[in-house]
């Protein structure tokens, strides 16, 4: 930051109005904690444009400022209108001319022209007289501004937790199946009322015959088997936050 001007109250003077002090006008006295403002005479106080925090300072306000400080008819006015609220040094009275030294009547006095400042090309180094700090009168001044300090911080925003549930339906299948059975059938033979060999003919009683009946059953049984995979994983975003601030 640089500083430009001193907030002066000019209670004591004109009660209630606060005007600009250029800090090239003002003297800063560390030790008693004390501001001046240099050659500050009360026609400039009651010429300067009032200052409230509410008033928006631009080149056009400042201008009214300067001007009354480069102005130097309010500097060399009355002595009980020219009271300044601190001078820098004790005013010195002016050295007499000897009545043997000659004057010099073809001098002509001469007004330096007031330079002409616009908003475009205007610099605060233009006028040291205003706005110069040396170190005699401000010693070391600690200018201050702000700055936007970007960090970030991790937190917790919310968590996902994967489940399963199963879910049961009924399911049919079916499955063919032999039985065997014995089908017993009486036939007439061709030859049936011949006559057989003696001895060949068996009239014995009990079994004569045995047949092993088969069938088959159906075995129905459920496994379990991999249907699919579900992979969860986390994936990490970027994006830039852009943020706006107004800093003095």
Same mark, same amino acid.
Do not use: C
């Given at each position: ?25 003002s003297r800063i006295d560390y030790g008693a904690g004390r501001v001046y403002a240099i050659g500050m ?21 400042? /201008? %009214? $400022? ?6 130097? *008819?309010? &500097?060399?006015?009355? +002595? =009980?209108?020219?009271?300044?609220l601190e001078t820098s040094t004790p005013l010195e009275s002016r050295t007499p001319l000897e009545a ?84 017993? /059938? %009486? $036939? ?6 011949? *006559?057989? &060999?003696?001895?060949? +003919? =068996? ?46």
């Amino acid at each position: 930051g640089h500083l430009r001007y001193l907030i002066v109250d000019l209670g004591f003077w004109i009660f209630g109005k606060k005007v600009l002090l250029p800090v090239g006008r003002s003297r800063i006295d560390y030790g008693a904690g004390r501001v001046y403002a240099i050659g500050m005479t009360r026609d400039q106080a009651e010429n300067l444009p009032e200052f409230n925090d509410r008033l928006a300072v631009d080149y056009d306000y400042e /201008e %009214r $400022v300067r001007g009354v400080y480069r102005n130097p *008819s309010y &500097a060399n006015t009355s +002595a =009980d209108r020219s009271t300044s609220l601190e001078t820098s040094t004790p005013l010195e009275s002016r050295t007499p001319l000897e009545a043997s030294t000659p004057l010099d009547t073809s001098y002509k006095t001469t007004t330096p022209a007031t330079p002409t400042y616009t908003r475009d090309t205007y610099n605060y180094e233009q006028e040291p007289a205003l706005f110069g700090i040396n170190e005699q009168d401000h010693q070391t001044l600690r200018l201050y501004e702000e700055r936007l300090i970007a960090n970030k911080r991790r937190q917790k925003t919310g968590e996902v937790a994967v489940g399963k549930h199963v879910e049961t339906e009924t399911a049919r299948v079916a499955v063919p199946v032999e039985r065997e059975r014995v089908v017993i /059938e %009486r $036939v007439t033979p061709d030859d049936a009322g011949r *006559s057989v &060999a003696p001895g060949t +003919a =068996d009239f014995r009683e009990g079994e004569v015959a045995r047949v092993e009946l088969h069938e088959e059953t159906p075995d129905i049984r459920k496994e379990a088997f991999v249907r699919e995979e579900v992979r969860v994983q986390k994936v990490v975003e970027h994006e830039t936050v852009e943020a706006q601030e107004k800093i003095r």
